[in-house]
């Protein structure tokens, strides 16, 4: 698993004289499967994999997890062992997300 960290800088002009910086960190991670971690919750993660068809398949953690919070909270394997994982693509709920990043 390789980790980065990237800073984005999004500044906002109010006035002429004054204006509003606003820094928002962004963690990627190169995996070797989807995962969806407890452990990564609220951290605004972007996570990269290749796919069983050699496509990369890149996610927002945060994003998908809001979008399906219910889903992972009911699942016997995220409430045992924290995360959710498939090896071969993004799952077909995922898939049909309009925006993944």
Known sequence: MTK???SVVVAN???PTTSTVTTVTTNSITTKRF????SLIGSNTIISFTNNK???CTYDHDLVYN?????FDLMPCFEKYGSYTNTNNLPAFVRALPNLV
């Open 4 to 6: 980065s960290k990237n």
């Open 13 to 15: 002009t109010i006035a």
């Open 35 to 38: 995962v969806i971690r407890k």
């Open 67 to 71: 979008a399906f919070k219910a889903k």
């Open 54 to 56: 050699s496509v990369l």
